[in-house]
T-cell receptor, first 111, second 118 residues
Framework: AQSVSQHNHHVILSEAASLELGCNYS??????LFWYVQYPGQHLQLLLK??????LVKGIKGFEAEFIKSKFSFNLRKPSVQWSDTAEYFC?????????FGTGTRLKVLA | NAGVTQTPKFRVLKTGQSMTLLCAQD?????MYWYRQDPGMGLRLIHY???????AKGEVPDGYNVSRLKKQNFLLGLESAAPSQTSVYFC?????????????????FGEGSWLTVV
């Protein structure tokens, strides 16, 4: 079955701290992976996506993610978080005809 | 650029009432989706459509019906609302099927509809 697991449900960091959010997926076909961000009261917006090629993907706002096939992982990273990064982050895998989302990680950045 | 538009944004229903959420996209996308978002459960797919006139069940279809009479619109209906359907509903669309996915494909979301059933 296709699934996505996000192990960190809540993360609290101070500004300038480094961030890594875990994402593991289960999917048997060609893997297409995404990270979306949802700021408070807003809809989901695409941060970055992986389709093929370089497993290190760079997205908007200084975020990056690394696809590690052997670990079935697609972890999101940012070297130095800002207060404005406070949001909920969703990992997703593209399955057949639909996208499967993880349960989300709520990030709170303290100023 | 309107993208994906959902109406209404907020609605309060009494148990047993019916209502329809409307989703409209202006990107000529073939694929449309309805998700519900609940705390701690992420986004769960209710129904989706792979083209005009088609619909299919997602993970949590019970209590909902959908229709895709026009390519640009995807309607989500609640025939007899229940408190368990209190949620935030997101419509989304994409230009290609999720797999195989071209480098240009992505899924675009509407701004959400907050529904409370009392």
């Amino acid at each position: 079955a296709q699934s996505v697991s996000q192990h960190n449900h809540h993360v609290i960091l101070s500004e300038a701290a480094s961030l890594e959010l875990g994402c593991n997926y289960s999917y048997g076909g060609t893997v297409n992976l995404f990270w979306y961000v949802q700021y408070p009261g807003q809809h989901l917006q695409l941060l970055l996506k992986y389709f093929s090629g370089d497993p290190l993907v760079k997205g908007i706002k200084g975020f990056e993610a690394e696809f590690i096939k052997s670990k079935f992982s697609f972890n999101l990273r940012k070297p130095s978080v800002q207060w404005s990064d406070t949001a909920e982050y969703f990992c997703a895998v593209a399955g057949t005809y639909k996208y499967i989302f993880g349960t989300g990680t709520r990030l709170k950045v303290l100023a | 650029n309107a993208g994906v538009t959902q109406t209404p944004k907020f609605r309060v229903l009494k148990t047993g009432q019916s209502m329809t959420l409307l989703c409209a996209q202006d990107m000529n996308h073939e694929y449309m989706y309805w998700y519900r978002q609940d705390p701690g459960m992420g986004l769960r797919l209710i129904h989706y459509s792979v083209g005009e006139g088609t619909t299919a069940k997602g993970e949590v279809p019970d209590g909902y019906n959908v229709s895709r009479l026009k390519k640009q619109n995807f309607l989500l209906g609640l025939e007899s609302a229940a408190p368990s359907q209190t949620s935030v509903y997101f419509c989304a669309s994409s230009s290609f099927p999720a797999a195989p996915v071209s480098s240009g494909n992505t899924i675009y979301f509407g701004e959400g509809s907050w529904l409370t059933v009392v």
